[in-house]
């Protein structure tokens, strides 16, 4: 038999060392003591049982027979019971293999019991006879023959009486029991998560099983098989352990017990033990199903049948070790509270479980615990069919395969606009959309009141508008736009989505990642005085020139705020004379402007006409006419698709991960594929949604909400383009692109926005000046470009991002637009 | 770093020099230092194998004073540590000459450079810049943006990217405003953590006295109002958690307005007034402020301000950047050349610089004032007169080839 493994030997030694007495120290002092000192008393009361227990069935020695016997023997309860049962009955067959057994105890054993049980208070002379050695020299088959069949029924009984008057005597043995056994279950939980939740997953996998099992007959086979030889396994395991078995000291305690308690418990040791492990690896699934107390198991039966192992330990015993560990040992006094020197030696709740459940497994008894164990196996073997089946090839969400241009020429859609609503801070932009939205009845009364309330309370009310696009609390307590706003309107022939872009100078990156989304641009403009001239020099500016770099052509001026300079007409022509300079210097065609005067906060002329007598001199069209008027642009549905992340988020328990972003060129139905770049994941595309609609398809120029799967959101960024697999785009380190410049540019450090993407690059090279009409090269390698010159440069990025020849980028630097520029092949 | 022994002759600027860093910023002035070709002698670990006349071989490690002949240099900025490989220039009884070895220059362990040409004006500028015992400033930045923070230090010599914080804030929607606060509150506490993980406020004890005199400034800037709010956040999680340490720091902490969350734009911020008030003593904000006068000339284009390597050579010799106002901008990536004579040239331009009375300005290249610099070409002049078409003959060398007539860009 093989030695001892390492651990049982570190186990025991740690033992020996960490007790501060040692075995000889304590026999030393044992016999010192003539007159019965408290724990001699204790020791004999309990050695009086313990032998009892040993003979009562066949004999039955008075007290003071079996207390003199202890005393002679040193409390040895082996050597007392041989004395007695040679004395009453000395034919008994089994008596000299209970003087053999304590000779097997193992040292460890020894000091074990000595110190907590001290029932059999082994004299010293004992342990130096036990070599390791010879302790493993000892066969374990002669365990089950060596004893005679005792069944005790009565033990219980007769223990009860003896130990009436100790307190956790009256306990019924079956409530001390639950006591310990319970907190077990539970803290299975530690492998993560309560034992709650797994035990339905435990149920749902079983009954998905059982639903399995009734479909595939085959597949039952493999699982029965896949049983048995874990079982099988398990057997082996068994075998290998065995050896340690013989020195646990279940089986010195197990001397005078009925061999089938003895068997499991030889078994238990090692089932236990090589359980544990693999438990701790399985799925919680499996561990939890197999911690489980259920009903369905043959549990009670083993639990029920009283040994005299049960009863030597008053069925207590092992419980109570669980709750006191070894760090009680050295107190001796402790010692009568049934203190189990190797706590391992029992079987563990958990493997009088699986065992139960291996049992009715392989006897087909319990037809419930045959699934429970299999739990695991049919898990995975569920999940590897998902995957085998399903995973690679179809995805999730089965594509209808729609030939989205057909449909979309069929549909006949409304013409479709998106606009962004741009001007310098404080314009009256939002209020202005507010209005708008409450004009057109997008808002109702109830909600523009609520705000005018909320507005109010904090003494803003003239934001009320604005909050119908100013949403966040920041943005509230500030009074100021922070990021775009999208919101949807409809008239008689369009459909719109409004993008509320901040006027402020720090937002700029989001005004870019609005107006990059935009068919045409609304630029406010408030007529007050000195307003429109301040915005002039900031943002309105800078905002109409960065439209018009992003490709913007078409743009209606809506001079705000008429009503505070009471409708005057020359203010309003002096406005439209100075922007339409400014605008056609910036390249915009003045018939691609309109200018409208208005008043957001009032709401003349944005809905309904002007009724004031100071604007009679007006006979234009409303804003909304305007909107409507305006034509829509061409769509590149039939080129690859493309699509900038706007926003990453999660759109709800269903779809946890949900981007949105206007698509610039392809087409999209939910099923597709995506790749998104630059991360180069593949998603599924779950589900479409336009203006908050559920839609089977989307083209380009509609801002879509797609909701994903298969992608981690941390694959996905703001910027981030999402094409097909098919026609990926490809990731450039630098690029190099014709810019126009709005201010200085030379080689410098620059921050490159396109939509929503903003990242971090420098201007590497200045190629050439270009001629402003021609694009011939004027200078080349110019030192620097001055403000309104064109030229070619050379752009080096931080990071690879995918940007496509024809893309539009704006520089900026310092929080000025340095240039915007054009991305060539 | 402190001299320990300096045996640098005053007639041909020979000799050995022997350092002994000991602050991690040393590192950085030690790879400035040292050059290829240069003779560096420190400690060592080597594994020696010796071969018995057996033929069994044994080796052990042991603990040597090499010298080496340097022929690179690696410096690790994160980390701050220096590997100088080079051949073994001094025989021992373990080490035969012409071994290579690493030598991993080390905090409070002496070394000892010898210039292979002598040491000249940049190296000695070096050398006692870096043996200036004056308490160097230092200065933890967090330069943000919704969802970005850069969390980086500012020394004298070097700024250093600590960590990049991102965490994705979802945008404003309609009915999906808590997404945005939630995420905005996630960034700021993920943030906050990674910033306390880098400040380490709670300390050592050693490590808290030392600083005691000064408590580290923290400037916070970003676009918008990020930089505030998460000062209000750092102030209430401070009382929440009731974090003494970082209470104690909320005080010093500058808010400053940046365009953009990423890290070039601390030069803008290093800029600004406010915080050119109380950094105005420090080299990065001199030379912050030097390179906005040199942007301001050459948007100005007055052909005073001129950029790049032939340029600059040009200007240097037509004796425009001289007494009255000439400044050389260079940065000291130039004199970290591998090649020798590369090296020469710059220090050649540098001393001549100097003759004329012109002004010389090292900047680091690891400053973000060095890398706007870089970006020009490493170098650049201030000139004191005009001078135009510095760059004409260079056109003259291209060939033209880009005459592709595009459409107009816009």
Same mark, same amino acid.
């Given at each position: 038999m093989p030695p001892k493994s390492g651990f049982q030997r570190a186990k025991t030694v740690a033992y020996e060392d960490d007790d501060g007495y040692s075995d000889d120290e304590y026999y030393e002092d044992e016999p010192g003591g003539d007159a019965l000192a408290d724990i001699s008393a204790e020791q004999m009361r309990l050695g009086t049982i313990k032998v009892k227990e040993a003979l009562s069935s066949t004999i039955q020695p008075s007290d003071a027979e079996i207390q003199e016997a202890l005393w002679h023997y040193y409390f040895d309860v082996g050597k007392s019971v041989t004395y007695l049962k040679n004395k009453l009955e000395p034919t008994r067959s089994e008596a000299p293999a209970q003087t053999k057994k304590p000779k097997a105890t193992s040292r460890f054993d020894q000091a074990a019991k000595v110190a907590n049980t001290t029932v059999k208070n082994a004299p010293g002379k004992q342990i130096p006879s036990l070599s390791p050695f010879a302790r493993t020299q000892r066969p374990l088959h002669r365990y089950p023959c060596s004893y005679s069949p005792i069944v005790l029924d009565s033990s219980f009984s007769s223990a009860e009486y003896f130990f009436w008057d100790t307190p956790w005597c009256n306990v019924p043995p079956s409530r001390l029991g639950e006591i310990t056994i319970q907190p077990r279950y539970p803290r299975g939980g530690l492998l993560g998560g309560s034992s709650k939740p797994s035990k339905l997953a435990a149920l749902a996998a079983a009954r998905k099983k059982k639903q399995e099992e009734a479909k595939q007959k085959p597949n039952t086979n493999d699982t029965k098989s896949n049983i048995e030889t874990d079982q099988a396994v398990a057997l082996l395991d068994k075998l290998n352990v065995k050896g340690k078995d013989d020195s646990s000291p279940s089986a010195q305690h197990s001397d005078s017990k009925d061999p089938k308690m003895n068997k499991i418990s030889q078994r238990k040791y090692p089932n236990r033990k090589n359980s544990n492990i693999p438990l701790s690896l399985?799925?919680?699934?499996?561990?939890?199903?197999?911690?489980?107390?259920?009903?369905?198991?043959?549990?009670?039966?083993?639990?029920?049948?009283?040994?005299?192992?049960?009863?030597?330990?008053?069925?207590?015993?092992?419980?109570?070790?669980?709750?006191h560990g070894p760090e009680d040992f050295p107190l001796t006094y402790n010692s009568f509270r049934g203190f189990n020197p190797d706590p391992f030696a029992k079987p563990s709740p958990d493997d009088i479980v699986l065992r139960a459940q291996g049992k009715s497994a392989i006897g087909k008894t319990a037809k419930n615990s045959q699934p429970k164990n299999a739990n695991g196996d049919s898990l995975s073997q569920s999940v590897s069919k998902l995957s085998v089946e399903e995973s690679p090839q179809t995805p999730k969400v089965k594509s209808k395969n729609l030939n989205v241009v057909e449909e979309f020429e069929k549909s006949n859609m409304k013409r479709m606009a998106n606009f962004v609503v741009i001007g310098h801070v404080d314009h009256g932009k939002s209020t202005l959309m507010g209005r708008l939205l409450y004009d057109l009845k997008v808002v109702d009364q109830r909600s523009i009141d609520k705000l005018r309330k909320e507005a109010e309370t904090i003494g803003k009310s003239s934001f009320a508008l604005a909050w119908v696009m100013d949403q966040t609390?920041?943005?509230?307590?500030? %009074?100021?736009?922070?990021?775009?706003?999208?919101?949807?309107?409809?008239?008689?022939?369009?459909? &719109?989505?409004?993008?509320? =872009?901040?006027?402020?100078?720090?937002?700029?990156?989001?005004?870019?990642?609005?107006?990059?989304?935009?068919?045409?641009?609304?630029?406010?403009?408030?007529?007050?005085? @000195?307003? &429109?001239?301040?915005?002039?020099? %900031?943002?309105?500016?800078?905002?109409?020139?960065?439209?018009?770099s992003l490709g913007v052509q078409r743009l209606i001026v809506a001079i705000n705020k008429m009503d505070t300079v009471s409708w005057s007409q020359s203010r309003f022509e002096e406005i439209t004379n100075q922007m339409t300079a400014f605008l056609t210097t910036a390249s915009f065609s003045p018939k691609t402007i309109t200018f409208i005067p208005c008043a957001g906060l009032t709401g003349e002329n944005v809905a309904r006409k002007v009724e004031d007598t100071n604007a009679a001199w007006y006979h234009g069209e409303t804003l909304i006419q =305007?909107?409507?008027?305006?034509?829509?642009?061409?769509?590149?549905?039939?080129?690859?698709?493309?699509?900038?992340?706007?926003?990453?988020?999660?759109? %709800?328990?269903? @779809?946890?991960?949900?981007?949105?972003?206007?698509?610039?060129?392809?087409?999209?139905?939910?099923?597709?594929?995506?790749?998104?770049?630059?991360?180069?994941?593949?998603?599924?595309?779950?589900?479409?949604?336009?203006? @908050?609609?559920?839609?089977?398809? =989307?083209?380009?120029?509609?801002?879509?909400?797609?909701?994903? =799967?298969?992608?981690?959101?941390?694959?996905?960024?703001?910027?981030?383009?999402?094409?097909?697999?098919?026609?990926?785009? +490809?990731?450039?380190?630098?690029?190099?692109?014709?810019?126009?410049?709005?201010?200085?540019?030379?080689?410098?450090?620059?921050?490159? &926005?396109?939509?929503?993407?903003?990242?971090?690059?420098?201007?590497?090279?200045?190629?050439?000046?270009?001629?402003?009409?021609?694009?011939?090269?004027?200078? +080349?390698?110019?030192?620097?470009?001055?403000?309104?010159?064109?030229?070619?440069?050379?752009?080096?990025?931080?990071?690879?991002?995918?940007?496509?020849?024809?893309?539009?980028?704006?520089?900026?630097?310092? %929080?000025?637009?340095?240039?915007?520029?054009?991305?060539e092949g | 770093m402190r001299l320990l022994k300096s045996s640098i002759s005053t007639k041909d600027a020979s000799g050995p020099a022997t350092l002994l860093p000991q602050d991690p910023e040393d590192m950085w002035h030690a790879y400035n230092l040292l050059q290829p070709t240069d003779l560096l002698r420190a400690k060592a670990i080597r594994r020696i194998t010796s071969t018995s006349d057996s033929g069994a071989t044994s080796s052990q490690r042991m603990a040597l004073d090499l010298t080496i002949s340097i022929t690179s240099t690696d410096f690790d900025i994160a980390a701050g540590q220096l590997h100088v490989s080079g051949t073994v220039a001094v025989e021992n009884d373990f080490v035969r000459l012409g071994a290579f070895h690493t030598l991993d220059l080390e905090l409070n362990r002496a070394f000892t450079v010898e210039k292979s040409g002598g040491w000249d004006s940049v190296a000695l500028e070096v050398l006692r810049e870096a043996c200036d015992a004056e308490r160097r400033a230092e200065l933890w930045a967090v330069v943000m943006g919704e969802g970005v923070a850069n969390i980086c230090v500012i020394t004298e010599h070097q700024t250093i990217l600590r960590q990049r914080v991102e965490v994705a804030v979802p945008r404003k929607r309609r009915g999906g405003v808590d997404g945005h606060d939630k995420g905005v509150e996630k960034f700021f506490a993920t943030a906050l953590a990674t910033l306390l993980r880098y400040l380490d406020l709670g300390g050592t004890k050693v490590e808290s006295e030392a600083r005691e005199d000064r408590t580290v400034p923290l400037l916070l800037a970003s676009p918008g109002f990020t930089a505030q709010s998460f000062l209000q956040y750092v102030k209430g999680e401070a009382t929440r958690t009731n974090n003494k340490p970082l209470m104690a720091l909320v005080p010093s902490v500058l808010v400053a307005h940046s365009s953009s969350p990423h890290l070039h734009s601390l030069s803008e911020v290093l800029a600004s007034p406010a915080l050119k008030a109380r950094l105005s003593d420090t080299k990065y904000a001199r030379?912050?402020?030097?390179?906005?006068?040199?942007?301001?000339?050459?948007?100005?284009?007055?052909?005073?301000? /001129?950029?790049?390597?032939?340029?600059? #050579?040009?200007?240097?010799?037509?004796?425009?950047?001289?007494?009255?106002?000439?400044?050389?901008?260079? !940065?000291?990536?130039?004199?970290?050349?591998?090649?020798?004579?590369?090296?020469?040239? /710059?220090?050649?331009?540098?001393?001549?610089?100097?003759?004329?009375?012109?002004?010389?300005?090292?900047? !680091?290249?690891? #400053?973000e004032s060095g890398k706007r610099l870089e970006n020009l070409g490493n170098v650049a002049a201030i000139l004191t007169f005009p001078l135009e078409d510095l760059d004409e003959e260079e056109e003259s060398e291209d060939t033209g080839e880009a005459d592709e007539g595009g459409d107009m860009v816009i």
């Open positions: 399985e799925p919680e699934v499996e561990e939890a199903a197999g911690a489980e107390p259920s009903p369905a198991l043959d549990l009670p039966d083993l639990r029920s049948d009283p040994s005299d192992f049960a009863s030597i330990l008053c069925a207590t015993h092992n419980t109570e070790t669980e709750r609390s920041e943005e509230r307590s500030r %009074g100021v736009t922070v990021d775009i706003a999208t919101n949807y309107f409809e008239t008689d022939k369009t459909r &719109f989505t409004i993008l509320d =872009a901040p006027g402020h100078k720090d937002f700029i990156p989001n005004m870019i990642a609005g107006a990059s989304q935009a068919d045409f641009a609304v630029l406010v403009i408030d007529a007050g005085t @000195n307003s &429109f001239e301040s915005g002039l020099k %900031g943002q309105t500016k800078e905002h109409a020139l960065l439209v018009r =305007a909107l409507d008027s305006s034509e829509p642009a061409k769509r590149n549905i039939e080129k690859p698709l493309r699509l900038t992340i706007g926003d990453v988020f999660r759109g %709800g328990i269903l @779809n946890p991960v949900s981007i949105s972003g206007r698509i610039d060129a392809g087409s999209l139905q939910a099923g597709d594929t995506i790749l998104c770049m630059p991360s180069a994941e593949t998603a599924t595309v779950k589900s479409l949604e336009v203006e @908050n609609e559920p839609v089977d398809w =989307a083209v380009a120029g509609q801002i879509a909400t797609l909701h994903l =799967a298969d992608i981690d959101p941390i694959h996905l960024r703001l910027g981030d383009i999402v094409c097909t697999p098919q026609s990926p785009v +490809k990731l450039v380190k630098s690029f190099g692109c014709k810019i126009l410049a709005f201010e200085h540019v030379m080689p410098m450090g620059v921050d490159v &926005f396109r939509g929503r993407l903003q990242a971090e690059g420098k201007v590497k090279e200045l190629g050439a000046l270009l001629g402003k009409a021609s694009g011939e090269v004027v200078k +080349k390698k110019p030192r620097i470009v001055k403000p309104g010159e064109v030229a070619r440069v050379v752009v080096e990025l931080e990071r690879e991002l995918p940007l496509e020849a024809g893309v539009r980028v704006v520089l900026r630097e310092g %929080g000025n637009t340095v240039a915007a520029g054009l991305i | 030379e912050t402020s030097l390179m906005d006068k040199f942007m301001a000339l050459l948007r100005a284009d007055d052909g005073r301000a /001129w950029y790049g390597p032939k340029e600059v #050579h040009k200007a240097v010799d037509k004796g425009a950047v001289g007494r009255g106002g000439g400044v050389l901008l260079i !940065s000291n990536g130039l004199f970290r050349a591998q090649k020798v004579a590369e090296r020469k040239k /710059w220090v050649a331009l540098v001393e001549r610089v100097r003759e004329e009375g012109g002004e010389v300005r090292v900047l !680091s290249s690891l #400053h």
